[in-house]
């Protein structure tokens, strides 16, 4: 089942990006070939594979339990989360959030999680920011 | 020679630089401290480290010595919980395991740990020798090396990857096909015109490199950790022991160290395979050759020392292709190679000539890190184990805000994050798929040289597709890199 799901993907995403390829307007070309072949041909190579796979699945992969995919789901809409929030909230609070929960989610104890998110967001935040000059995101703070 | 003396002792003035010495030893010191850590290997440091290297616009000799001690540093640090935990820290370790556990569990654990720190010493020094030995002749032969061979020999890798990585080869051409897409988003030098940005003023110039690795080798990485939810492993309290050999036990295993460092060398050079064949191949050998008693596999001292020097000796080989040809042979010397281009500098056999200080520089540090790493292993070695226990609520969430402070530093840019996160997904449901993600990084990494080999050859032939398989050379590698993918399919049919 996941190679059939795997392959028609495969043949979608392929088949789409041949089409974009194909249908560039090229207003002058500097070379014989142009931009638009070598897309057009790695898409192809992708959709034969895609085939291949599809039509000829082998069985082996092996997915995770609905309780632990939910769970896999859980932590992405938190990275997706902590990206949205970062810019807006800054980089302290957000980082913090992020390491308390995530200590909690891999077993931390409350009061460990809390002392964790707010030392390692602080340390982070001298290393990067003070440390090495990269600005990060100050949101309410600054 | 005396040309490549002179070269090596510039080398050695650009190494010996003080940052350039700094950074060698931090990231000598990070890559031990991250290869002991249960779950996250040499190549995830490089990938966290690398948009922070490139934010800090360092100079991109000095970029590459702080990365590449982070990746050989990382082999020294893979063997301690493989010998300690009998955990192999990263694949290459397993072999490390067989002999290196047992010794452990008789409290010979800290003559173990030192005998592979020399040997892992040897293996990344002997390399770096048989390396400024082989570098001046293979960039020689490389400047036979026209666009049309260049294409073939970039063909000819992914087939070597997709015809040895043991998944399914069409799972690895997709995979790198998907690469080769990714590469083209973003404007076309040759023609100005928009590939796949879908009107996103940041795919202008293409998806950043860094975001991918980050997407790919982080967060990946820990989903696939929430997955396992690591168990975790407790420290065997057994005594360690004398922690330096005598000078008998050395010289007892001096000549396996030096076959492994040999053999890890020619097997990091060759593309496709690397330090987890090496470390397999070395203790089989020394098996055959050394052990009259039978005793390898319960904790003698040559066969843990033996794939742990070619382990390292591997990982420094496998840099030669990389520097020299431009083709990377592993993930993390994919990784290099991308942060060379990330500098618009291209490797090949031009980059000895055009840019001395970059390899040279390099290959001087090799030396300098595997001073700074047997200083650090051996004296210090206690300070690395107590980073096994590390309680994973601490390390796994610190990885996610490490990623994700470096994806913002390189642009400050939030669709980088967005997109990494997704790479971070793509990462994960590939590993579980069975679509390997290594061609696919290679695609990325090469896929802008190999289209601009094509339309160079093909603009100078005036449009003839046969002008890539003219030469002699392009000829032999489009014929070697079919009967790779094809060969043991044919063998099949015929029986």
């Known amino acids: ?142 | 020679m005396s040309g490549t003396l002179k070269s090596l002792s510039a080398g050695f003035a650009v190494a010996l630089t003080p940052l350039n010495l700094a950074l060698a030893a931090i990231g000598a010191f990070v890559g031990t401290a991250v290869g002991a850590l249960p779950g996250i290997g040499p190549l995830n440091a490089v990938a966290l480290l690398l948009p922070l290297v490139y934010a800090l616009k360092l100079p991109p000799e000095s970029a590459l010595i702080v990365l590449a001690a982070v990746y050989y540093g990382g082999g020294y640090g893979g063997r301690i919980a493989a010998i300690l935990l009998n955990v192999p820290g990263d694949p290459s370790s397993v072999m490390t395991t067989l002999d290196g556990y047992p010794m452990a569990r008789r409290g010979e654990g800290g003559l173990a740990l030192s005998i592979t720190a020399i040997g892992s010493f040897i293996g990344g020094v002997g390399a770096t020798v048989l390396m400024i030995l082989a570098a001046p002749a293979i960039a020689r032969a490389a400047l036979a090396f026209g666009p049309a061979e260049y294409v073939a020999l970039m063909v000819f890798a992914f087939a070597l990857l997709a015809g040895v990585g043991g998944t399914r080869p069409a799972k690895s051409i997709a995979a790198a096909a998907f690469g080769l897409l990714l590469s083209t988003v973003g404007t076309d030098s040759g023609t100005g015109i928009e590939r796949f940005t879908f009107g996103e003023l940041e795919l202008l110039d293409g998806v950043d490199f860094t975001v991918v690795v980050i997407g790919l080798f982080a967060v990946a990485e820990v989903l696939t950790l929430i997955e396992e939810r690591a168990a975790r492993v407790s420290l065997v309290s057994t005594p360690l022991g004398r922690s330096f050999p005598a000078i008998g036990q050395i010289l007892h295993t001096l000549p396996t160290m030096l076959r492994a460092a040999l053999v890890g060398f020619v097997v990091g050079v060759l593309p496709g395979t690397g330090a987890s064949i090496a470390a397999t191949l070395s203790w089989t050998l020394e098996r055959r050759l050394v052990d009259r008693t039978g005793t390898f596999g319960t904790g003698d001292i040559r066969g843990v020392a033996a794939p742990e020097t070619a382990d390292n000796a591997a990982q420094t080989g496998a840099m030669v292709p990389m520097l020299a040809l431009g083709i990377p042979g592993s993930g993390t010397t994919a990784v290099l190679l991308g942060a060379l281009m990330l500098y618009n500098i291209t490797p090949g056999p031009l980059l000895f000539i055009q840019r001395p200080e970059i390899v040279w520089g390099l290959i001087a540090s090799f030396v300098v890190g595997n001073v700074v790493l047997l200083a650090l292993n051996l004296p210090l070695v206690g300070l690395f184990i107590r980073i096994l226990a590390l309680p994973p609520w601490a390390l796994y969430p610190a990885v996610v805000a490490c990623a994700f402070s470096g994806v913002w530093a390189v642009n400050n840019s939030v669709l980088d994050l967005f997109l990494a996160i997704a790479f971070g997904v793509l990462g994960w449901a590939g590993k579980k798929a069975g679509v390997p993600l290594l061609p696919m990084l290679l695609g990325l990494v090469l896929g802008r040289l190999i289209e601009d080999n094509i339309r160079r050859a093909l603009a100078l032939s005036g449009g003839e597709v046969f002008v890539l398989f003219a030469s002699p050379i392009a000829l032999g590698l489009w014929l070697f890199a079919f009967g790779i993918l094809f060969a043991p399919r044919l063998l099949q049919r015929l029986r």
């Open chain 1, 1 to 142: 089942m996941t190679d059939r799901i795997v392959g028609t993907l495969f043949i979608l995403v392929g088949g789409a990006a041949v089409f974009l390829a194909v249908s560039w307007e090229v207003p002058f070309a500097g070379d014989p070939v142009g931009p638009r072949v070598f897309p057009a041909v790695a898409g192809s190579v992708f959709v034969l594979c895609g085939a291949a796979i599809g039509f000829a699945p082998r069985e082996g992969a092996r997915w995770p339990s609905l309780r632990c995919l939910l769970l896999l789901v859980a932590a992405v809409l938190w990275l997706v989360a902590y990206a949205a929030m970062l810019r807006p909230l800054g980089f302290l609070p957000t980082t913090a959030a992020v390491l308390a929960g995530g200590a909690l989610l891999f077993g931390a104890r409350l009061i460990e999680a809390a002392a964790y998110g707010i030392l390692g967001s602080v340390a982070l935040w001298a290393l990067i920011d003070r440390g090495l000059d990269i600005p990060l995101p100050r949101g309410v703070i600054g």
